[in-house]
């Protein structure tokens, strides 16, 4: 089983449409990572957060710590969010430390 | 400010010889590491730098190997290529490794 696991895998969505991406995790975290990754590879760091919710234009995100669960909801969805949304975790313990734990991915199109 | 540079974006290698990918963070940033993304195995740690110092470092064999230089730029280096080694090598710098994280474009490598 991954340490991260995120759903769905695939999601379709019609413009305009409210958007959620669910990340479970079964680690120690001292931070949980939100990144969208284009075709042609290049990664964006959208959210660092440890608690609570955090938004940024369109888009929100909210980690439940007890629960080991985040998600990332897309209000108002448009065909440019069509990426790969990944979450990543930093493992708690052994002092700061860029060993990010990632999901596999979920892959969303936004259709006009 | 300038972003992650990654160089080159790509290189076609033949299986047996080595290759080194370079990394220069974002000024100031001291904490550099590396990330190996396939279709198969998703995003994978590799290693992590600060102040030219290897930190920490994934499951891989010591065929991939790194350092980091007094300006913080650092290199990976993958010597023996097998064909399994085809990947996009991302690296991503950060202050210290407790802040978010700034991702280069990537390296494309093609091992033949």
């Known amino acids: 089983k991954n340490e991260v696991e995120q759903s769905p895998q695939n999601l379709t969505a019609q413009e305009g449409e409210f958007i959620t991406i669910n990340c479970s995790y079964s680690v120690g975290i001292s931070a949980l990572h939100w990144l969208q990754q284009h075709p042609g590879g290049g990664i964006v760091s959208l959210f660092m957060l440890s608690s609570g919710k955090k938004k940024h234009g369109r888009l929100i995100a909210t980690i439940n710590i007890q629960e080991k669960h985040s998600s990332l909801h897309i209000t108002a969805s448009h065909p440019r969010d069509s990426a790969v949304y990944i979450c990543a975790v930093s493992p708690s313990g052994g002092g700061a430390t860029n060993k990010l734990i990632f999901g596999t991915g979920t892959l969303l199109a936004v259709q006009p | 400010k300038a972003g992650v540079t990654q160089t080159p974006r790509y290189l076609i290698k033949t299986r047996g010889q080595q290759v080194t990918l370079s990394c220069s963070p974002i000024s100031g940033h001291r904490s550099v590491s590396w990330y190996q993304q396939t279709p198969g195995q998703g995003l994978q740690f590799l290693f992590e730098y600060f102040s030219e110092t290897q930190r920490n470092k994934g499951n891989f064999p010591g065929r991939f190997s790194g350092r980091q230089f007094s300006n913080s730029r650092s290199e990976m280096n993958v010597s023996t290529l097998e064909l399994g080694d085809s990947a996009l090598y991302l690296c991503?710098?950060?202050?210290?490794?407790?802040?978010?994280?700034?991702f280069g474009s990537g390296t494309r490598l093609t091992v033949v």
């Open positions: 991503a710098s950060s202050f210290d490794g407790s802040y978010g994280y700034t």
